[in-house]
């Protein structure tokens, strides 16, 4: 059966050998490998870029999961966070934050199980974002505070930034309300289609019009005590704009991927700045079904199909290109007769999209210096139990 073209993934050049692991045989797959030296380095790698200061950076909890990985960052000194489930609020609290941002808009129920996770864990700051003064009634004698989200232009969710009069009504309505006024919320996250050097440029002029929102906050009586930007694509752009040094507020971005890493962060970011593939899928090769053809274990239940196919890359088998996956099979083209492995074989994938596909699995092989150090739930997997009963 022919199959449309398929583009492989780029990565860097990375030796398979750094993420080979003794005893992989015995190992159930697909698996899920996080490599703790490297979510170490990759920690590294972003406080450098901060200057060494962690009270800039707030990472998204979406892409570690694991409660292990982020206490590792709260001993590291990162103590502010965003989320978007209440799974990963209470995991977030757990694991020693101090301050979390539910940066998901919250309505009923939801809003609720936020109120109460935010008595539970009263040392934290819980906040939570709105957009409009309805959405501030139901965190009304709360201890939760509210950060104003801003659409950039993504037109997911927030006020629109051209809207100031807008924006104004809303902060003096979490004030008329008794609450916290923390800040705005701008995640930029549709950059991510440009290359480097556009991106900047776009996601500058969007940086202009946001601290001129800072800027008539601050003229009304109603400062910004902190602003947000930048998931992972747009973080160059954070790190560049000047504006953002010597402000009256507190700035930090707010990169996750990049703790773990995956084809799509390595290939948005510039290449020296160090970041490299941290949570891989151990995978195994089941069928040889045809002519430069193999199948894997890796199907898109295992190997998030969300940004699209190839959703991974194979590490150390540059010539190697997946195609669409069904469910439980990853078929993979080879090419060359000659290059066929053995049934039985293992391949380590690294994924297009690494959240999604953390998510999908319920636990995680840690390694070690080489080695199986063992193996941990992915405590913020899914989403809670609908209902308390």
Known sequence: MKTAAVEPLSLPDLSVEGYRIP???????PALVIYAEIVESNIDVTLGLLGGDAGRWRPHVKTAKLGSVMRRMVERGVKSFKCSTT???MTVCEAGATDVLLAYPAVGANAGRVRRIAEEFSPARVSALVETPEQVEPWRGSRVGLFIDINPGMDRTGVEQDRGDEIIRLAEAIESAGLAFRGVHYYDGHLSGYDLSDRQAVAHRGYDRLMEIT???????LPAEEVI???TPAFPCSLSYEGFSGASFTHRASPGTVIYSDCTSLSQLPAGWGYRPAAVVLSTVVSRPAAGRITCDAGHKTVSADAGVPTCAVLGRPGFVPLRPSEEHLPIEIGREADLPSI?????LVP????????????AVIATGGRIAGVERVTARGREAPLSI
């Open 23 to 29: 005893g992989a045989e015995a190992v159930l797959t």
């Open 87 to 89: 799974l990963e609020l």
């Open 229 to 231: 930007t930048a998931g």
């Open 215 to 221: 800027r008539v906050l601050e003229r009304t009586g």
């Open 344 to 348: 039985g074989e293992s391949l380590y």
């Open 352 to 363: 297009r999209h690494v959240c999604p596909t953390v998510n999908n699995f319920d636990h």
